[in-house]
């Protein structure tokens, strides 16, 4: 470097032209708990008016609170992951937990189920609006099964 050359700033980056905002997307890790519930429910709520989705609110809270119900009590004690993005026109969300996989056929079909019988209410509220949701197992090597959920706007 010259000795009468400006010092470079290296701290500033230079100014780009600013992207397009991007749409919402919201990642939380629940501990395995009933009350995960709430706080998937609230954080939910309260990103969806900031993305104008507003419209979403309950057919969303009313998903994200049985997904994280449901699986905690399928699987107490273990994390859950959960995924909200709005992308294509639609809101997506999954929700990954750690149950292990049975290998016995009779276990697995019980199991799933029990699931499907117990995210009823998901089920009635996501056909009235339209939407899809299923349940499938991770694939390896992740562990787990996920629940996911397709609203279209």
Request: aromatic letters at 6%.
């Given at each position: 470097?010259?000795?009468?050359?400006?010092?470079?700033?290296?701290?500033?980056?230079?100014?780009?032209?600013?992207?397009?905002?991007?749409?919402?997307?919201?990642?939380?890790?629940?501990?395995?708990?009933?009350?995960?519930?709430?706080?998937?429910?609230?954080?939910?709520?309260?990103?969806?008016?900031?993305?104008?989705?507003?419209?979403?609110?309950?057919?969303?809270?009313?998903?994200?609170?049985?997904?994280?119900?449901?699986?905690?009590?399928?699987?107490?004690?273990r994390?859950?992951?959960?995924?909200?993005?709005?992308?294509?026109?639609?809101?997506?969300?999954?929700?990954?937990?750690?149950?292990?996989?049975?290998?016995?056929?009779?276990?697995?079909?019980?199991?799933?189920?029990?699931?499907?019988?117990?995210?009823?209410?998901?089920?009635?509220?996501?056909?009235?609006?339209?939407g899809?949701?299923?349940?499938?197992?991770?694939?390896?090597?992740?562990?787990?099964?996920?629940?996911w959920?397709v609203?279209?706007?």
């Amino acid at each position: 470097m010259h000795p009468h050359a400006p010092p470079q700033r290296t701290a500033l980056c230079p100014v780009r032209a600013q992207s397009p905002a991007p749409g919402l997307i919201l990642s939380l890790t629940l501990p395995g708990d009933p009350r995960s519930a709430a706080v998937g429910r609230h954080a939910v709520a309260a990103s969806l008016p900031t993305y104008g989705l507003h419209a979403f609110a309950w057919p969303v809270t009313l998903a994200v609170t049985e997904l994280i119900a449901v699986n905690a009590a399928l699987t107490p004690g273990r994390e859950l992951y959960l995924s909200l993005r709005h992308r294509d026109d639609a809101l997506r969300l999954v929700l990954w937990d750690q149950h292990p996989h049975h290998a016995d056929a009779d276990t697995l079909a019980l199991c799933e189920a029990r699931r499907r019988g117990a995210l009823w209410l998901l089920a009635a509220v996501i056909d009235d609006w339209g939407g899809k949701w299923g349940v499938a197992e991770v694939s390896p090597p992740q562990r787990g099964t996920k629940s996911w959920v397709v609203l279209p706007r």
